[in-house]
């Protein structure tokens, strides 16, 4: 079964940067597209950015030129380098796991953009 960690939430000042990361484990990493998820107070959970095994990124509109999504194959790791933070992005933060087969979600990790 596949697991999924997070981990770099916090508290962050408006225009502040903060890193997350998602260790993976249980099955086979480069089997995987990974992705991060985010989910504001009152919304519903949406795509911020995800990664496949190649590195081929997508970017949700809101984040692009502001956050970086990438991957250490040799460490089942991803990591969202998140720059440029506002009040908006608010939200927690889910690690997910995706092949045409299966769906796997982390626990979040809860990111604060405040002053």
């Known amino acids: 079964q596949v697991q999924l960690v997070e981990s770099g939430g916090g508290l962050v000042q408006p225009g502040g940067s903060l890193r997350l990361s998602c260790v993976f484990s249980?099955?086979?990493?480069?089997?995987?597209?990974m992705g991060w998820y985010r989910q504001a107070p009152g919304k519903q959970r949406e795509l911020a950015a995800d990664i496949t095994s190649s590195g081929q990124t997508n970017y949700a509109d809101d984040v692009k030129g502001r956050f970086t999504i990438s991957r250490d194959n040799a460490k089942n790791t991803i990591y969202l380098q998140m720059g440029t933070l506002k009040a908006e992005d608010t939200a927690v933060y889910y690690c997910n796991a995706r092949n045409v087969k299966v769906n796997f979600w982390g626990e979040g990790t809860r990111v604060t953009v405040s002053s």
């Open positions: 249980g099955s086979i990493f480069r089997f995987f597209v």
